[in-house]
């Protein structure tokens, strides 16, 4: 049994996860004016997370939802677990929802989806489709017309100009590049640094400048 807190000044939520992507969570949907009420883990000692306690393991989601908690954020790093446990979240009932950091900047013409974070900084510009699940990380950009599917994760300072697609959970890591109108498949890992200049398949790794691919996830 736990104790649920009382309703703050905000809307009460609870955060999947516990490690370093899930405190920059916690201090977004802060800002956002969210009551964190807790965090579950895998790992569910007793601790806290940027000041949220770990009240247990993912068991412990049914009771929180009995006791009135309604939203929940998957804050969780791995793109494919991020996209199942997401999905689990809205099965049990928990509504998910889409979280706005400090000086994240999203044009009144783009779409995020449900469960997608944009870090501080991040930009999201014109007629851009953000799918559900996603992370858009500190300072990443998202130029006109982009479209990114579900679970993807734009790494840290990674920059996409106009009409780039990402394909479903798929990771460009930190400070990496990419020109306009280059498709990227589903399930693709791009490495920190890499000037992507060339669509690429589903289910790579590709790094470099210019990316080459240097093996397949089959």
Known sequence: ?????????????????????????????????????????????????????????????????????????????????????????????????????????????????????LMPG?????????GALVIINTNASVDHDGMIGRAAHIGPGSALAGEVWVGARSFIATGSSVIPRIRIGDDVVIGAGSVVIRDLPDRVVAFGNPARVHRSLD
């Open 1 to 117: 049994m736990i104790d649920v807190p009382a309703a703050g000044g905000g809307r009460r939520i609870v955060v999947i996860g516990a490690g370093g992507h899930a405190k920059v969570v916690i201090e977004c949907l802060r800002f956002a004016g969210w009551d964190v009420i807790g965090c579950t883990d895998a790992d569910p000692t007793p601790r806290t997370c940027a000041g949220a306690p770990v009240i247990g393991s993912d068991a412990m989601l049914a009771e929180v939802r009995g006791q009135g908690v309604e939203h929940a954020f998957c804050a969780l790093g791995s793109n494919a677990v991020r996209e199942r446990v997401g999905q689990s979240l809205i099965d049990q009932g928990f509504a998910v929802p889409a979280v706005r950091g400090p000086g994240a900047n999203l044009s009144s013409s783009a779409r995020i989806g449900a469960g997608t974070i």
């Open 122 to 130: 991040s930009t999201i510009n014109v007629e851009s489709m953000i």
